[in-house]
T-cell receptor, first 114, second 112 residues
Framework: NAGVTQTPKFRVLKTGQSMTLLCAQDMNHEYMYWYRQDPGMGLRLIHYSVGEGTTAKGEVPDGYNVSRLKKQNFLLGLESAAPSQTSVYFC?????????????FGPGTRLTVT | GQQVMQIPQYQHVQEGEDFTTYCNSSTTLSNIQWYKQRPGGHPVFLIQLVKSGEVKKQKRLTFQFGEAKKNSSLHITATQTTDVGTYFCAGRGWGSQGNLIFGKGTKLSVKP
């Protein structure tokens, strides 16, 4: 099992460019999440999905869009990148059917917007 | 909205000293989880606490959940260099989806 994988690992964008971050999990998890991590700010939830074809806004959704067309994939899109979106992005997944449903995180994508 | 505060933000200890990080929620939680993130790595789940007053131990790590289910702590006895990293608490509120609200983390450094 690869667990949760993220593509790409690093990316540099210019202001106004667009990109899509891909998250894939092979654990058959229902729930998937996108977080951003900034120094001193912890992990903030951008969007999440509780199942294929469903998405919902988290704490900091502005400037991002997501799609969950397949259960194993969760895509995060930046339509017009801004320097404020420079961050490390983590994808996570969880299976809510158990008493303890911890989140499994991917290795992260480090994005710089110049 | 729900907030989870975590202190201290940083802690520098000498190897062998103890370490404690505290977490406080603005609302009652259904449960709380703890994660560890090594430098350059991703958060990794450590434990979940569910019951009021619950105490769980993992070797040198002791986790507590407050009686009111609004606060929690992680205590490490006799720190080692392998304990270096950032420790996050994450509270889950009540509700069908129950997303985690992460504290800002405590970054632990250990001097050999």
């Amino acid at each position: 099992n690869a667990g949760v994988t993220q593509t790409p690992k690093f990316r540099v964008l210019k202001t106004g460019q667009s990109m899509t971050l891909l998250c894939a999990q092979d654990m058959n998890h229902e729930y998937m999440y996108w977080y951003r991590q900034d120094p001193g700010m912890g992990l903030r939830l951008i969007h999440y999905s509780v199942g294929e074809g469903t998405t919902a806004k988290g704490e900091v959704p502005d400037g991002y869009n997501v799609s969950r067309l397949k259960k194993q994939n969760f895509l995060l899109g930046l339509e017009s990148a801004a320097p404020s979106q420079t961050s490390v992005y983590f994808c996570a997944s969880s299976y809510p059917g158990r008493l303890v449903y911890e989140q499994y995180f991917g290795p992260g994508t480090r994005l710089t917007v110049t | 909205g729900q907030q989870v505060m975590q202190i201290p933000q940083y802690q520098h200890v000498q190897e062998g000293e103890d370490f404690t990080t505290y977490c406080n929620s603005s609302t009652t939680l259904s449960n709380i989880q703890w994660y560890k993130q090594r430098p350059g790595g991703h958060p990794v789940f450590l434990i979940q606490l569910v019951k009021s007053g619950e105490v769980k131990k993992q070797k040198r790590l002791t986790f507590q959940f407050g009686e009111a289910k609004k606060n929690s702590s992680l205590h490490i006895t006799a720190t080692q260099t392998t304990d270096v990293g950032t420790y996050f608490c994450a509270g889950r509120g009540w509700g069908s989806q129950g997303n985690l609200i992460f504290g800002k983390g405590t970054k632990l450094s250990v001097k050999p």
